[in-house]
């Protein structure tokens, strides 16, 4: 263990570059109901789950404060009173320890709502955890919409025969049946997701018709998004046996799971589908009954086939697992003398999701030079969130939510 701690010093000696990451000993934060991660968006009042797991394996004390954000991710005005029934911070109560495991760890657990805490409005939210010295050591966005409008959404072929073979275009259309509406052309903005990734979020677009309480937003280009490739994964639930995607299983301190290398997919110049679940994991142990505390985690090492990029880009592993964040954990760095991108990541059991993004060296996924390639036939997750804010409203709103598969795609 003493290994892995001087790798952990390392890691945070190495992070000051980048934006702000998870703490080396926070892992597996996910938003659920059940054990697979979700995208969390959520109707107001729904049940949900937020989870982690603190690998220092101590008992330690951790706070929620939920923070309300305008439709652009900055802090509302509104006052906690106006958006929390309840008292914040407060104690996460629920925790287990693990059990039979390498790798000690404790599993914190809230749901929402709960007897202290009711989210009164819809909108934007950040879920924030502090630790007993007031640190905050976890931040993750959330959304809470309200089924006041109808929005249907279609996944078509881009027109733009440039890109046609890359990119997916969204159709969509809002009926707002008997809401009195003020100015909707002006107070009414949506937001757009592939997949429930941000950095790529479609926004400002006003709709191209207005019939009746109708809006139709049928752009060609406007509403285009790069495609990608379906995800890659791996499924360690079995710790004793390889599989297709992995190579090899070694133990010293912990388990090593070796994947088989990859080789960046746009070289093959057409789609092959296969089922995953858009960049989600699901935590489990096939030789143990309960997959919070009796999942191990696993340094699980990959390796990528990629020619070496210049030095203005990065690659960067990203998925839910670890909530997209481009930092120098996320990084895989060249080898020279194997001619491939490597890196290890400490992860949990089960079934986990995951792709390659090329960056530049500030963070922004450069989308266009997708390693695994850009297809129109890959499947991907839409969804729309319908925002509503007049000039004396106190918050963006959400009055809607469309959600789209591209499996369905037409021309």
Partial sequence: MKKNILFFLFFILTTTSYAIADPYYI????????????????????????????????????????????????????????????????????????????????????????????????????????????????????????????????????????????????????DFGEMQLQNPKKNVQIVILQNGQWFNALTNLQPQYMIGNQFQYQYDQETNFWAGNEYLFFDDSDIRQVNNNVERITRTDLFQVYLRPKFPLKNSNFYTFYQDINGGFKTRNALRQNNITEADYAWVYFTYKLEQLPDSQELHIVGMFNDYQINADSELKFNESEKAYKTALLLKQGFTNYKYVVTTTNGKVLEELNPDGNFFETENQYHTLVYYKTESDPYDRIIGLGKADSKLITN
Avoid: C
């Fill in 27 to 174: 892992k597996s934060v996910s938003f659920h109901q059940g054990n697979e991660s979700l995208i969390p968006i959520f109707r107001l009042n729904e049940s949900f789950v937020f989870s982690f797991d603190d690998l220092t394996g101590i008992e330690a004390d951790y706070y929620y404060k939920i923070v309300h954000y305008t439709r652009d991710w900055k802090p509302s005005n509104l006052k906690v009173t106006q958006y929390i029934r309840g008292i914040q911070p407060l104690r996460i109560a629920s925790y287990q320890t693990s059990f039979n495991t390498l790798q000690p760890f404790v599993h914190y657990t809230v749901r929402f709502p709960n007897r202290d805490t009711k989210i009164l409005l819809s909108g934007n939210y950040m879920l924030e955890i502090y630790n007993d010295a007031n640190e905050k050591v976890i931040e993750r966005r959330f959304v809470l919409y309200e089924d006041l409008t109808t929005v249907a959404m279609e996944i078509k072929k881009t027109r733009n025969l440039d890109v046609a073979p890359a990119k997916q275009n969204v159709y969509l259309t809002i």
